[in-house]
């Protein structure tokens, strides 16, 4: 399965501005034909401005458009990233899902709210994970905070998922644990990891650290990037997952006995 990802760079509050960046940065990521595409966390408003319900699409419909009209042009699955997603009175950080007909087919809110920057106060939690399958390959999304929290990526793990994709506001600050949790968490589920993070300086104080990454089960980087705006792609032979569980089986090892 072949995937790019688009690092954004991200203008905070500007939505057509970041659409402008989209149309260009998906365009030249068909030159290589993928099979899905991925965005970054909040790719729509950045993250994020306040009153962040005032930026926030409305029941994502805008968004769902523009992405499900990309999917059917280019026949390409999307991973949409995140959004800020206006839902009656709440906002959530929505991550879509599109086919390649251009069909939604999963939409998952990200479930652990960052408290350090006070998104409980300004966002409302999921309450359910979700998985789907692309091309037939079983996948799931998580959010960039989602990322710190194992037991989420394990449950998902053992739904037997082969791909696991992260769109992320991450900061410049703690690259160090973007990128530790992000070969963590392939290596010790044994799966592809994914991951978008976006790039840019936001509202002059908030630094997005880029360094987008995809990975295979062993904790082997495919394709990574710096901080700056940039598009990677890598072919993901997914049949090498089960040679690595093959020769150390993890989940055959477990002991849920223990854990619970």
Not at 60 to 72: D, F, N, P, Y
């Amino acid at each position: 399965m072949k995937v790019s990802v688009l690092q954004m760079q991200i203008i905070l509050g500007d939505f057509s501005a970041n659409t402008a960046t989209l149309y260009s940065m998906f365009e030249d990521a068909m030159s290589k034909r993928p099979d899905v595409v991925l965005l970054p966390e909040l790719w729509n408003v950045g993250f994020y401005p306040k009153p962040v319900i005032n930026y926030a699409d409305s029941d994502g419909i805008e968004t769902r458009k523009l992405l499900g009209s990309l999917a059917s042009k280019y026949q390409v699955n999307i991973v949409g990233g995140s959004i800020a997603n206006r839902i009656g009175e709440h906002v959530y950080n929505t991550n879509y899902i599109f086919d390649r007909t251009g069909t939604l087919i999963s939409t998952y809110h990200k479930t652990h709210l960052f408290s350090p920057s006070g998104e409980k106060e300004d966002f409302t939690p999921g309450d359910t994970t979700h998985t789907y399958t692309l091309d037939g390959v079983k996948c799931a999304s998580v959010i960039c905070y989602d990322l710190r929290f194992p037991e989420l990526v394990r449950k998902l793990a053992l739904d037997d998922i082969a791909i696991l994709f992260v769109p992320a506001a991450w900061p410049i600050e703690r690259l160090m644990h973007w990128q530790t949790l992000t070969r963590a968490r392939a290596i010790e589920n044994q799966l592809f990891i994914v991951a978008a993070n976006g790039s840019g300086i936001l509202d002059n104080t908030f630094h997005l650290g880029g360094h987008s990454v995809i990975f295979d089960p062993w904790g082997e980087i495919l394709s990574s990037a710096n901080a700056d705006k940039t598009i990677l792609h890598a072919n993901l032979k997914l049949a090498i997952r089960s040679q690595i569980r093959n020769s150390i089986n993890v989940f055959g090892d477990r002991r849920p006995e223990l854990y619970t």
